[in-house]
Each structure stands twice: as structure tokens, then as C-alpha cells.
């Protein structure tokens, strides 16, 4: 289904399904969870030499556009992406020395945001929430 999906979304942007981008979007979907474009080049690059890192950028920005994929910032700089279909939907904490993360759902701040956005007015499409903080394990 990514592939149908990137597919048509190339075709409505007038660009081509290349097999540069067919590798990289194989590559993503194969990871675990949150990737870097630093990391998925080098798996890439591993796999056709030939593939630059400007390629791999631009191929992570077009998964996002195209709903594949999900651009996530934990604090430390570096963008990285997560399959959008992978799991229904969450938030992050993380923590803010050792930039260790954790998932996790709560329906009571789901419907929260939900109602806060209607309040003002808003009909919601899509909302992202990190947490910062510091983990256990830093704080001993």
C-alpha cells in the first residue's frame, strides 16, 4: 500500500516512481522505528552506491508529504521519521541528557486536545506532542 500511495502521489506532483525511490522507500518501511536520514543513507548506500544523500533527503520529504511517513523531533537536532502506518497514532516523551524516547497513548489527552481545538474553533487534522524531560536512569 506505501508504494501505491507514493505512487500516486508522485503522479499528482508530476514526478516519476524512480528506482531510487522505490530502494529508499523499501529501506524505510523495513525500519524498526524512528529513522534519521543519516541512518537510512547509510543503509541505502549500502545497498546501491550510486544513491546520494541529497536523493535520500529528498525522497524522506516526499514520504512525509505524502502521508507515508512522519517527521519527528526529539530536542537533539535531528530530524527523524516514523511510518505513519505503523501504529495508531501516539506522542513521545523524552529525555532531554540522553535523548532516550518512549511512545505512548492516552486517551484522556487525546480527547482533551480535541476539545481545546474545538474550542477555539478549530476542526483538528493532525496534531504532534514530545515531551521533554529527564529519564530515571540520568536522574540517579
Not at 36 to 51: F, G, H, M, Q, W
Not at 90 to 95: A, E, G, Q, R
Not at 101 to 124: C, W
Amino acid at each position: 500500500m506505501p508504494e501505491a500511495l507514493l505512487r500516486q502521489f508522485l503522479s499528482d506532483k508530476k514526478l516519476k516512481l524512480t528506482p531510487q525511490r522505490i530502494l529508499i522507500l523499501e529501506a524505510f518501511l523495513e525500519q524498526g522505528d524512528h529513522v534519521s536520514t543519516e541512518e537510512l543513507y547509510d543503509l541505502v548506500k549500502s545497498r546501491n552506491p550510486a544513491i546520494g544523500q541529497a536523493t535520500v533527503y529528498r525522497t524522506l520529504k516526499l514520504l512525509a508529504e505524502s502521508g507515508i511517513a512522519d517527521e519527528v523531533v526529539f530536542g537533539d537536532g535531528i530530524v527523524r521519521y516514523e511510518r505513519r502506518d505503523k501504529h495508531a497514532h501516539h506522542d513521545h516523551i523524552v529525555c532531554e541528557r540522553c535523548h532516550q524516547q518512549h511512545e505512548f497513548h492516552d486517551p484522556v489527552i487525546e480527547d482533551l486536545q480535541v476539545r481545546q481545538a474545538e474550542k477555539h474553533g478549530f476542526t483538528l487534522t493532525s496534531h504532534r506532542m514530545v515531551l521533554f524531560g529527564i529519564c530515571p536512569d540520568c536522574q540517579s
